[in-house]
């Protein structure tokens, strides 16, 4: 029997999740974590779930975690409780990106979907898909979005404020992805043997690079010539 916890906090409420099956995945568990109550509640209720349903840390096959992109207090802390639990029990370790799970929501396998969520400062993480294969993942401005866009059969956004900044794409709002939805993410990857270093897995902030920022603030601010 596998068995997988999934966590996800990088989004407006935290998420925990237990599944367990062989060709098919059951969730056995899960909870919410509201508002900003992930950071106090996510282990405990990682070890009460656990215990309700007897299960250890050696019996999981695989934690898996939603990176990011998100917030950056969130993404931290279910990184961070993540990769603390699998070296303590050294357990394998799978990170799936929160665009990849919003994107899996349009139950297009074959078509190209672009997934969105507000980064704030009229920017926003953009990734476009196809299946679950990965095209690109970039922190874009509203026209950027609107071109990485282009050719896309759905945009899609969970979000209202980022639904309304995008209005003019006519962007699909659906539900916040949760730890539930990353099951099948985790178990296929699980299955190819594909996991992630517990000791250098970082978060995926999509930030700019440093000669991205420079550019951006050279059209910004032209440069004066002295004579």
């Known amino acids: 029997m ?3 916890l999934l966590i996800d906090t990088c989004g407006g ?29 996510l ?9 309700a349903e007897g299960w250890t840390l ?34 394998p370790l799978v990170a799936i990106s929160r665009l990849a799970l919003l994107a899996a929501a ?13 980064a704030g400062r009229g920017e926003f993480y953009c990734g476009v898909y196809q299946g679950w294969g990965r095209i690109s993942e970039s922190l874009l401005t509203a026209e950027e979005t609107a071109r990485a866009a282009d050719g896309a059969t759905a945009l899609l956004v969970c979000e209202p404020r980022a639904a309304e900044a995008l ?15 990353a099951i099948p ?33 050279a059209k910004v601010i032209p440069s004066t010539a002295t004579e």
């Open 58 to 91: 050696k019996d999981l096959t695989a934690i898996g975690v939603v990176h990011g992109p998100g917030s950056f207090t969130g993404v931290r802390v279910g990184l961070s409780a993540a990769k603390g639990l699998s070296e303590a029990g050294k357990v």
């Open 13 to 41: 409420e935290g998420s925990v999740a237990l599944a367990e099956g062989e060709d098919t995945m059951r969730t056995v568990a899960s909870e919410v974590l509201p508002g900003r109550s992930a950071s106090e509640r």
């Open 106 to 118: 349009a139950e297009e396998p074959k078509e190209k979907v672009c997934a969105v969520l507000d």
């Open 2 to 4: 596998k068995r997988f």
């Open 185 to 217: 993410f985790v178990v296929e990857r699980s299955m190819r043997g594909q996991f992630d270093d517990a000791a250098t897995l970082d978060a995926n902030y999509l930030r700019r690079t440093d000669l991205e920022i420079f550019a951006r603030m």
């Open 43 to 51: 282990i405990p209720s990682i070890r009460q779930m656990m215990e």
């Open 167 to 181: 209005e003019r794409l006519s962007p699909r709002l659906v539900h916040e992805p949760t730890a539930d939805d």
